[in-house]
């Protein structure tokens, strides 16, 4: 089911609609699980490092879970400044 809100935002391309690919979807999990790991690892020597790679860890389990629902963003739904998104894709 695709949300009226979804339904816009692939309207405005924004998103867009892709194959369902759960071993995508798996992979991103673990490398997000992976991402927390390390986070509590380092987090007492490096803060702003365990932040980011828990930040990494938020977006991948994010895309992760479009990507089982056979959606992701475009480029024009990509951070301002464009170009890679990592871990995601690219922004085109």
């Given at each position: 089911?695709?949300?009226?809100?979804?339904?816009?935002?692939?309207?405005?391309?924004?998103?867009?609609?892709?194959?369902?690919?759960?071993?995508?979807?798996?992979?991103?999990?673990?490398?997000?699980?992976?991402?927390?790991?390390?986070?509590?690892?380092?987090?007492?020597?490096?803060?702003?490092?365990?932040?980011?790679?828990?930040?990494?860890?938020?977006?991948?389990?994010?895309?992760?879970?479009?990507?089982?629902?056979?959606?992701?963003?475009t480029?024009?739904?990509c951070?301002?400044?464009?170009?890679?998104?990592?871990?995601?894709?690219?922004?085109?």
């Amino acid at each position: 089911m695709v949300t009226k809100r979804t339904q816009a935002l692939i309207a405005e391309r924004r998103l867009e609609r892709v194959p369902i690919d759960t071993r995508r979807a798996n992979a991103l999990l673990i490398e997000a699980a992976r991402h927390v790991d390390s986070a509590g690892v380092v987090a007492e020597r490096d803060r702003e490092g365990a932040y980011s790679l828990a930040y990494d860890a938020v977006r991948k389990s994010i895309v992760a879970h479009m990507t089982v629902h056979g959606i992701r963003p475009t480029s024009a739904g990509c951070a301002r400044g464009g170009g890679r998104v990592r871990g995601g894709g690219t922004c085109r």
